[in-house]
């Protein structure tokens, strides 16, 4: 890619964090981790890696551990997104630092940019590296300032931006400053992580090196930034990507109020809104509102029924009539008619639900 995407960065290895079991988002992840979960029609991890390349970052490591082979299966050598992927697998859970640390031996720039594979960012990435390079830090971490702070680790920093403190998550935070899982290492400084073993980055590296006198800087912005950990989060960083108000290089076609895979079927008479992803091989049939949700392949939406802010697991049928808000339905789930399924339920995948067996109001 020429110099036109934007600012450009050299001599940086990319490491994507991908290991984790995401069980907030059970029982869609029974089936694949988290990062290749369908987001805004292809794989949320595709996003993540179009982002990188973008900025000409093109070594990438992905430190897997569950599930690691479907990784490794959709995007193999990483050619066809014009990056060079390798993968290390984690064969017990080393945690954020260790691993880092596991991935170590595969690196070969000095400079070494770290990414949680869950984070969904509108960051200038090659900001975050002027950073660490204009400050000739030993680490940099991406700062995100939010509304409401509270339920978030602080990261308070000087006035030339050097991290002061890392400080757990308190009722009154001193700072709107948290930690938004992206990082630049310098590469000696990395590789000190202890191998083997389990190591917090956010509760042992960084506070390590901070006490021994490493420069930690802090790049501070207030741009787009949603962890996708839970199901209304995740719902929510889909319809962003397809309604463009999150940034990526890999939408499907152009950011609108939905993104409709080819092999979809949308009836003329259903609406679809809200930054909806209707997946290969769906059907929604007439009259069938599906507002702000993602509905993954194969699955059918039958007439008359309204999903909203919900998830629809691959070949899962919602029946006539019925009502999904803020819901997660498995794999091969069966909801049948004129169910009404309310605020954070879940449906494992398989599992029949009979006409009108859960309703939450009065009137079936």
Same mark, same amino acid.
């Given at each position: 890619?020429?110099?036109?995407?934007?600012?450009?960065?050299?001599?940086?290895?990319?490491?994507?964090?991908?290991?984790?079991?995401?069980?907030?988002?059970?029982?869609?992840?029974?089936?694949?981790?988290?990062?290749?979960?369908?987001?805004?029609?292809?794989?949320?991890?595709?996003?993540?890696?179009?982002?990188?390349?973008?900025?000409?970052?093109?070594?990438?490591?992905?430190?897997?551990?569950?599930?690691?082979?479907?990784?490794?299966?959709?995007?193999?050598?990483?050619?066809?997104?014009? @990056?060079?992927?390798?993968?290390?697998?984690?064969?017990?859970?080393?945690?954020?630092?260790?691993?880092?640390?596991?991935?170590?031996?595969?690196?070969?720039?000095?400079?070494?940019?770290?990414?949680?594979?869950?984070?969904?960012?509108?960051?200038?990435?090659?900001?975050?590296?002027?950073?660490?390079?204009?400050?000739?830090?030993?680490?940099?971490?991406?700062? *995100?300032?939010?509304?409401?702070?509270?339920?978030?680790?602080?990261?308070?920093?000087?006035?030339?931006?050097?991290?002061?403190?890392?400080?757990?998550?308190?009722?009154?935070?001193?700072?709107?400053?948290?930690?938004?899982?992206?990082?630049?290492?310098?590469?000696?400084?990395?590789?000190?992580?202890?191998?083997?073993?389990?190591?917090?980055?956010?509760?042992?590296?960084?506070?390590?090196?901070?006490?021994?006198?490493?420069?930690?800087?802090?790049?501070?912005?207030?741009?787009?930034?949603?962890? @996708?950990?839970?199901?209304?989060?995740?719902?929510?960083?889909?319809?962003?990507?397809?309604?463009?108000?999150?940034?990526?290089?890999?939408?499907?076609?152009?950011?609108?109020?939905?993104?409709?895979?080819?092999?979809?079927?949308?009836?003329?008479?259903?609406?679809?809104?809200?930054?909806?992803?209707?997946?290969?091989?769906?059907?929604?049939?007439?009259?069938? *509102?599906?507002?702000?949700?993602?509905?993954?392949?194969?699955?059918?939406?039958?007439?008359?029924?309204?999903?909203?802010?919900?998830?629809?697991?691959?070949?899962?049928?919602?029946?006539?009539?019925?009502?999904?808000?803020? *819901? *997660?339905?498995?794999?091969?789930?069966?909801?049948?008619?004129?169910?009404?399924?309310?605020?954070?339920?879940?449906?494992?995948?398989?599992?029949?639900?009979?006409?009108?067996?859960?309703?939450?109001?009065?009137?079936?």
């Amino acid at each position: 890619m020429s110099s036109s995407q934007g600012p450009q960065v050299s001599r940086v290895d990319a490491v994507v964090l991908v290991g984790g079991k995401g069980t907030r988002l059970r029982p869609l992840t029974l089936s694949a981790p988290k990062p290749m979960l369908p987001t805004a029609g292809v794989p949320f991890l595709t996003h993540l890696l179009s982002r990188i390349r973008a900025v000409g970052i093109t070594h990438v490591v992905l430190g897997t551990s569950y599930k690691a082979e479907v990784f490794s299966e959709y995007f193999g050598d990483g050619s066809r997104l014009g @990056l060079e992927l390798e993968y290390v697998v984690e064969e017990e859970p080393l945690d954020t630092g260790g691993g880092i640390r596991n991935v170590g031996d595969r690196l070969r720039e000095d400079d070494v940019m770290v990414f949680n594979g869950d984070i969904l960012s509108g960051v200038d990435l090659a900001g975050v590296v002027g950073t660490h390079r204009d400050n000739n830090a030993d680490v940099t971490l991406h700062l *995100v300032k939010v509304p409401d702070p509270r339920a978030f680790g602080c990261v308070p920093t000087d006035a030339e931006g050097r991290v002061t403190a890392f400080l757990e998550k308190t009722d009154n935070p001193p700072t709107d400053q948290i930690n938004a899982g992206c990082y630049v290492f310098r590469r000696e400084t990395l590789m000190t992580i202890p191998t083997g073993r389990r190591v917090s980055v956010e509760r042992e590296t960084f506070p390590g090196l901070l006490a021994s006198g490493h420069r930690l800087q802090g790049h501070v912005d207030t741009s787009y930034w949603l962890d @996708l950990g839970t199901p209304g989060a995740f719902v929510q960083g889909s319809a962003d990507l397809v309604r463009g108000i999150a940034p990526s290089a890999a939408l499907p076609g152009a950011p609108g109020e939905a993104v409709i895979i080819d092999g979809a079927t949308v009836d003329p008479s259903a609406v679809v809104r809200g930054g909806s992803t209707i997946g290969a091989g769906c059907v929604v049939e007439a009259g069938a *509102v599906v507002d702000g949700s993602v509905l993954f392949d194969g699955s059918v939406i039958r007439s008359g029924a309204t999903v909203s802010s919900s998830l629809v697991g691959a070949r899962a049928v919602v029946g006539t009539g019925t009502v999904l808000r803020d *819901v *997660v339905i498995g794999d091969d789930a069966v909801v049948g008619a004129h169910c009404e399924l309310l605020n954070g339920a879940r449906v494992w995948p398989g599992i029949h639900l009979p006409d009108t067996s859960v309703r939450f109001s009065t009137d079936a």
